[in-house]
């Protein structure tokens, strides 16, 4: 079984400043993570994914992640935001071991970015 | 590419009573998603079909609620005998099986409120 923790349920940053959103995960096998983006009255996007390989990967909008697989986290990151980056946050994995489906996600409880002028 | 459509975007129903969801894929997508979001908390997956076949249910998935892909296009979701529990946000995703990972395509979702 698997188990995502986002350790922030919010985070207040002002336009221009860097952010961190933080993720910790739990899983015996290995998996991919992923981190999506929610705006209001919008359905779930993809930012970013980490599937193997180079552990600083790069999504849309200037987001990035790193993996660090001792420390089981894949923190987001943004040098600068903006307005249009308040939304609500999800960091999720999958681990398609045992048969299951690639698309079968567990989600964290999400953090609200909010991004102020 | 029209994207993911779920209907009604809201539904209000007294306890007791049977709802019906309905989510249209993208159209050459052959995986088809439905997970339950309640306030606060993120997406827990629900069930999953490949075509017309549902290939896995989770636990979450009381014998009051069914699923089906009758043609592996469109999905519905039923819930018998509603309770105040169930309501929550009820999204659908749909991919294209095949690689080594899926990309998930979500709709906005059904708000379900149960009074």
């Known amino acids: 079984a698997q188990s995502v923790t986002q350790l922030d349920s919010q985070v207040p940053v002002f336009e221009e400043a860097p952010v961190e959103l933080r993720c910790n995960y739990s899983?015996?096998?290995?998996?991919?993570l992923f981190w999506y983006v929610q705006y209001p009255n919008q359905g779930l996007q993809l930012l970013l994914k980490?599937?193997?390989?180079?552990?600083l990967v790069k999504g849309i909008n200037g987001f990035e992640a790193e993996f660090n697989k001792s420390q089981t986290s894949f923190h987001l990151r943004k040098p600068s935001v903006h307005i249009s980056d308040t939304a609500e946050y999800f960091c999720a994995v999958s681990s398609p071991a045992g048969g299951t489906s690639y698309g079968k996600l567990t989600f964290g409880q999400g953090t609200i970015l909010t991004v102020h002028p | 590419d029209t994207g993911v459509s779920q209907n009604p975007r809201h539904k209000i129903t007294k306890r007791g009573q049977n709802v019906t969801f309905r989510c249209d894929p993208i159209s050459e997508h052959n995986r088809l998603y439905w997970y339950r979001q309640t306030l606060g908390q993120g997406p827990e997956f629900l069930t999953y079909f490949q075509n017309e076949a549902q290939l896995e249910k989770s636990r979450l998935l009381s014998d009051r609620f069914s699923a089906e892909r009758p043609k592996g296009s469109f999905s519905t979701l039923e819930i018998q005998r509603t309770e105040q529990g169930d309501s929550a946000m009820y999204l659908c995703?749909?991919?294209?099986?095949?690689?080594?990972?899926?990309?998930?395509?979500f709709g906005s979702g059904t708000q379900l409120s149960v009074l």
């Open positions: 980490y599937l193997s390989g180079s552990t």
């Open positions: 995703a749909s991919s294209l099986e095949g690689g080594v990972w899926e990309k998930l395509f």
């Open positions: 899983s015996s096998v290995s998996v991919y």
